[in-house]
């Protein structure tokens, strides 16, 4: 059974730095990865998606890689700013089984 | 024009009774899921549908049934809602099952009290 964490739980960061958030998981026979946002009170934004076939992907200040081999993604989000303030949660999609999600990472920029 | 709209937003209710809960997407996909996600923020699939049939059902109370009407539509029906029901609840839709990216509904907050 896929099992999902994410490292670390909270993360506070002021505006402008580079940072790197974690997600692991325990089958690396994944179909393919995804990266959300969730704000406070609404519902999730896809971020990124990554089929297991790529290392990684980018849009705009995000990019997300993947290693199988290892059971990892990061997300990287470059000179961050207080709009990036959200929880950031992955999903990972196992052959025939629907996403699994990790518990999220609640990331604060401050100003 | 939202994509996929949830309705309604909150619903507060006693123990015991039956209610549902309306999804609808106006982007032409063919696949639709109910996610739950509890107090803890843990978010957890319950349901996929795939062109009104159902892929996959998640280990889930029976009290729990999806009805999809068309391929746009995906309500769920709770019957003798207990406490622990309580949670936010998340309607998605994808173009085809897992391939593609998902799209989430703004969520419907359920309180059993």
């Known amino acids: 059974k896929q099992e999902v964490t994410q490292i670390p739980a909270a993360l506070s960061v002021p505006e402008g730095e580079n940072l790197v958030l974690n997600c692991s998981f325990t089958?690396?026979?994944?179909?393919?990865l995804q990266w959300f946002r969730q704000d406070p009170g609404k519902g999730l934004t896809s971020l990124l998606l990554i089929q297991s076939s790529q290392r990684e992907q980018t849009s705009g200040r995000l990019n997300a890689s993947l290693d199988k081999s290892s059971g990892r993604s990061t997300l990287y989000i470059a000179a961050s700013q207080p709009g990036d303030s959200a929880t950031y949660l992955c999903a990972v999609k196992n052959y025939g089984q629907n996403f699994v999600f990790g518990p999220g990472t609640r990331l604060s920029v401050l100003p | 024009d939202t994509a996929v709209s949830q309705t309604p937003k909150y619903l507060v209710t006693q123990m015991g009774n039956d209610k549902s809960i309306k999804c609808e997407q106006n982007l032409g996909h063919d696949t639709m899921y109910w996610y739950k996600q509890d107090s803890k923020k843990f978010l957890k699939i319950m349901f996929s549908?795939?062109?009104?049939?159902?892929?996959i059902n998640e280990t889930v109370p029976n009290r729990f049934s999806p009805k999809s009407p068309d391929k746009a539509h995906l309500n769920l029906h709770i019957n003798s809602l207990e406490l622990g029901d309580s949670a936010v609840y998340f309607c998605?839709?994808?173009?085809?099952?897992?391939?593609?990216?998902?799209?989430f509904g703004p969520g419907t907050r359920l309180l059993v009290l």
């Open positions: 089958d690396s026979a994944i179909y393919n």
């Open positions: 549908y795939n062109n009104k049939e159902l892929i």
């Open positions: 998605a839709s994808s173009q085809r099952w897992g391939e593609e990216t998902q799209y």
